[in-house]
């Protein structure tokens, strides 16, 4: 049986270098868009939270940044907590609403689908985070193709 010879970590060690950069910091020029669409649930993975880190990220380096919230995706955006609404029932149950709002609170724009909100999850523009802005689904591919027009950046955020 081999023997460990390394003494156990502890608070404040590090495993990986976090300081070198290997690309260079890229900024947006005046007028690039950019656009995250979610079509994933909430809470079922990573991407979802990930992706709205990146979004906020985009906003920072000068993107006119929107987020798009359709079939599932629309799930992100609902106010949750428990037992009341803003309530964290466990650490991270706010992640998805507190960056969301913060993405908006820095100048992002949230889109939801009114469809997807309605027909497939039962549910309304009150149950929305305040300030995400429910479109109808004719607008889910319209804003997809007005960001391509416009030659944004678009990354989309799918699970299945």
């Known amino acids: ?29 005046p007028g690039e868009k950019a656009l995250v669409t979610f079509h994933t649930m909430a809470f079922e993975g990573s991407i979802g939270l990930v992706n709205i880190l990146n979004a906020i990220r985009l906003n920072k380096k000068g993107y006119e940044t929107s987020i798009l919230l ?19 029932a466990f650490p991270g149950h706010q992640n998805f ?3 969301l ?9 949230v889109y939801a689908c ?9 549910s309304g523009e009150p149950a929305l985070i305040p300030g995400i802005t429910t ?14 027009k416009a030659n944004a950046v678009i990354i989309d955020t799918w699970t299945v």
Not at 81 to 86: A, D, L, N, V
Not at 114 to 122: D, E, K, M, P, T
């Open 1 to 29: 049986m081999p023997k460990v010879t390394k003494d156990a970590h502890k608070p404040g060690d590090y495993f990986v270098d976090y300081e070198t950069k290997v690309f260079e910091d890229v900024k947006a020029e």
């Open 70 to 88: 359709y079939g599932p995706g629309v799930l992100l955006g609902v106010q949750r907590g428990f037992p009341k609404i803003g309530d964290e």
């Open 97 to 99: 609403n507190k960056n």
């Open 101 to 109: 709002e913060r993405f908006m609170v820095e100048g992002g724009k």
């Open 114 to 122: 009114r469809f997807a909100l309605q027909a497939l999850y039962g």
């Open 135 to 148: 479109i109808m689904p004719q607008d889910v591919l319209d804003c997809i193709l007005l960001h391509k």
